[in-house]
């Protein structure tokens, strides 16, 4: 399922109320950088801004609302706060399951990993020490 959320924030400038607003696709985010740190641009984009105008300036003022979250960003979004680190590290536990899984249904005979919390857990940890191995 893809993971998703509304971004939005509102500011005034000049008597004018500015209420830029766009959809992230959390997965891609997270493959391209690993986090979110180009938000206020691509808020600033979606209403013609750019980093040189005053709007700007007074817009990465405001705090960025999160609304609206499919998938496993459901879980981690608050008041309109998102958690991106929580969520970083299940949507990687989850990638690493994705991988597994498989494995276990032809090993050991095993559907689902999540009825085996053990057998899961140590197969996730020999992923991850296969990661650190693995030359650069």
């Known amino acids: 399922m893809k993971n998703s959320l509304q971004a939005t924030l509102e500011f005034d400038f000049r008597g004018e109320r500015f209420t830029p607003s766009i959809t992230v696709d959390l997965d891609s985010a997270i493959i391209r950088n690993g986090h979110l740190e180009?938000?206020?641009d691509?808020?600033?984009t979606s209403i013609g801004l750019?980093?040189?105008r005053y709007e700007y300036d007074v817009m990465v003022?405001?705090?960025i609302t999160f609304s609206e979250p499919t998938g496993?960003?459901?879980e981690f979004i608050c008041d309109g706060k998102f958690d991106f680190d929580g969520?970083?590290?299940q949507w990687a536990?989850?990638?690493i399951i994705t991988a597994v899984q498989p494995i276990a249904e032809k090993h050991l005979n095993i559907s689902d990993l999540a009825q085996h919390k053990d057998i899961q857990a140590a197969l996730i940890e020999c992923y991850q020490a296969g990661q650190k191995k693995r030359p650069k």
């Open 50 to 52: 750019d980093s040189y």
């Open 93 to 95: 536990r989850q990638q």
């Open 38 to 40: 180009k938000l206020y």
């Open 87 to 89: 969520f970083a590290l």
């Open 42 to 44: 691509m808020l600033a």
């Open 72 to 74: 496993l960003a459901c």
């Open 61 to 63: 003022m405001q705090e």
